[in-house]
């Protein structure tokens, strides 16, 4: 929908891959990587550059590598890496034999530095990390030479071996690339290739206190691996200019950057350094949380795979940020499960109803549809008795006009069952309703009337005998506002968070879900979309609410309802 049609049917960035193999500027080669950074797990947003790198290498017969890029070894760890990987083929994705790290190229990436050092582009400076931003000038503001800029290259080659080596303590100086400190895009300022840093890394241990920059790293990986289209999001744009500078003084292999629009999302942040900070703080109850728009969050609260490459081909690629609808991610999340997943009754505020007519003591089986979107995955046995629970919402004691559901001396359908009617009322002293009495019509079992007499409605159940209880966690926005990072005067996206996003009810479910696995995905009849947490057992079942079945992005689109 989004995507513009530059070639056929393809998104812009396709339409380069296709156009691209047609004039073999790549000898029919087509290399994507994705190259998340360890330092947090991995968000919706990064599936849809997944599904983008993997989707494009998987359509033109390439391959697709997944990188990761370690080059900050402060903020990462192996943590970080393990989820990566979980995610990334839980998505449904294959990189082969290609895994690798930026860290692997320390090395290659030290002697291109020195290559550089050896040609005069790039110096030791000894200015403190605020001083070059100092320097650096503004956008109106030509920036200003580094005093060290003209060290001669013999200074420079055994000042930057002294760097690595140890000699110096941190931020006590960098190697820069030397370009113009006059340029008009500020990236081209001299900027910083290798800093000094005593730091432990995840990979390498102490073997190096230098580390390369982002900027500089980057194109490195990219070049040593031959990739042929460097896909990223367009923050980079302005980078790209560097990211050829260095690779073409190099006369090193040279892929194609490719920049596209990142994803937002209403309801959600998306930036790993805010994520983290809702787990750190304690906001939520961890990355995967189901609340949080991660991909381990989104696995634990139900979502299918297929769901999220649905959504990510359905909002396409372009070059201009905007802001996607919670509503539609939703939207593809229940078309999936609509098809997939089997249906389960299960009440979640319980209101006892006794059949005064049924005999005590007796009990029989019904037979209840596994999925109607799935004529091969037949019926099962639901209990049915004389004591039940319904939903305590679905009976009023006074109904208004709109209300068809169970109230006093009315007669509705029990889903695959009888016919009941309610005749008595029962309440405690202080005149809350705690049992309902019915009669039920033994004809009409099954759920239909021999002679006819409709009702209108019909009402989900389970037997209070064989009913297992479950705690159900029922989950909304993690935030109020649509976009959490506008926040009052002196407040954050923190102040947004939504205090309602989780509610957590004491629920009775239907036997067969003794046999839930964790994570396994179901649909409670006339409430939504549940799934076992990945922490429920036998001994204490534990549903999420993946998502209830009001489709509101079928309004918007039919424009009925406005947003708030
Ligand atoms: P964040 O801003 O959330 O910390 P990042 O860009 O720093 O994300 P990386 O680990 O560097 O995270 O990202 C790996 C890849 O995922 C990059 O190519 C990046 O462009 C892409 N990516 C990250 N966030 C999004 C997003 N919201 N939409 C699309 N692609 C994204
Ligand atoms: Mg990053």
């Known amino acids: 929908m989004q995507g513009s049609d530059s070639q056929a049917g393809l998104d812009f960035v396709r339409a380069i891959v296709a156009e691209d193999l047609e004039t073999d500027k790549w000898g029919g080669r087509v290399v994507t990587r994705f190259p998340p950074e360890p330092n947090g797990y991995l968000h919706i947003g990064h599936a849809k550059s997944i599904c983008l790198n993997f989707g494009i290498a998987a359509e033109f017969g390439g391959t697709c590598h997944l990188r990761f890029d370690d080059t900050n070894p402060e903020k990462e760890e192996q943590e970080y890496v393990n989820s990566i990987i979980e995610d990334v083929r839980w998505l449904g994705w294959d990189w082969g034999e290609h895994l690798y790290y930026g860290s692997d190229y320390f090395e290659q990436m030290y002697e291109y530095a020195v290559q550089l050092a050896k040609a005069g582009k790039a110096y030791v400076c000894d200015l403190t990390a605020e001083q070059i931003r100092e320097y650096r000038g503004t956008l109106t503001k030509r920036g200003t030479d580094s005093p060290y800029r003209n060290r001669s290259i013999e200074e420079n080659l055994d000042l930057f071996e002294r760097m690595r080596k140890g000699e110096f303590p941190d931020g006590s100086r960098t190697l820069r690339a030397k370009i113009d400190m006059g340029h008009p895009n500020l990236n081209m300022r001299d900027p910083v290739m290798y800093r000094i840093v005593h730091a432990e890394h995840h990979r390498t241990g102490d073997k190096w206190c ?51 629009a990142r994803l937002n999302l209403t309801y959600t942040v998306m930036s790993k350094r805010k994520l983290l900070r809702l787990v750190r703080e304690g906001c939520v109850g961890g990355w995967d949380d189901p609340r949080m728009p991660t991909i381990s969050g989104m696995r634990r609260r139900g979502y299918s795979p297929a769901a999220i490459r649905q959504f990510c081909t359905r909002i396409g690629v372009n070059k201009f940020n905007s802001t996607v609808d919670m509503a539609l991610l939703e939207h593809c999340l229940r078309e999936d499960l609509n098809k997939t997943s089997p249906r389960v009754m299960a009440v979640l505020r319980p209101l006892k109803v006794v059949i005064t007519n049924y005999p005590e003591g007796q009990s029989e089986e019904l037979d209840a549809v596994n999925n109607p979107e799935d004529a091969e995955a037949g019926t099962r046995k639901v209990p049915f008795s004389r004591e039940l629970y319904i939903e305590r919402e679905d009976f009023m004691e006074e109904p208004p006009k709109k209300f068809f559901r169970l109230a006093p001396g009315r007669e509705v359908r029990l889903r695959y069952a009888y016919f009941v009617t309610c005749t008595n009322v029962v309440k405690d002293e202080a005149g809350n309703i705690t049992e309902l009495h019915c009669t039920y019509d033994p004809a009409t079992r099954g759920g239909d009337a021999p002679d006819g007499r409709k009702v209108k409605a019909t009402l989900h159940w389970v037997s209070a005998a064989h009913a297992l209880e479950a705690e159900v966690r029922l989950y909304d926005n993690l935030f109020t506002e649509e976009n959490p990072d506008e926040a009052g005067e002196g407040e954050d996206f923190v102040s947004n968070l939504n205090p309602n996003s989780l509610e957590t009810v ?46 509101e992005w079928v309004k918007i689109q039919k424009g009925q309802t406005h947003k708030p």
Not at 242 to 258: K, M, R, S, T, V
């Open 210 to 260: 230098i580390y390369p920059m982002y900027d500089w790293a980057h194109g490195l990986e990219d070049s040593v691996e031959k990739i042929t289209h460097s896909i990223c999001t367009l923050e980079f744009e302005n980078h790209r200019p560097l990211y050829d500078w260095f690779l073409d003084e190099l006369g090193a292999y040279h892929p194609q950057q490719i920049e596209f």
């Open 506 to 551: 004491s629920a009775r479910v239907e036997p067969s879900l003794a046999a839930a696995k964790p994570l396994g995905r179901y649909q409670f009849e006339r409430l939504g979309y549940f799934c076992a947490d990945a922490e429920s057992s036998k001994e204490k079942l534990i549903f999420n609410r993946t998502v209830t079945l009001r489709d």
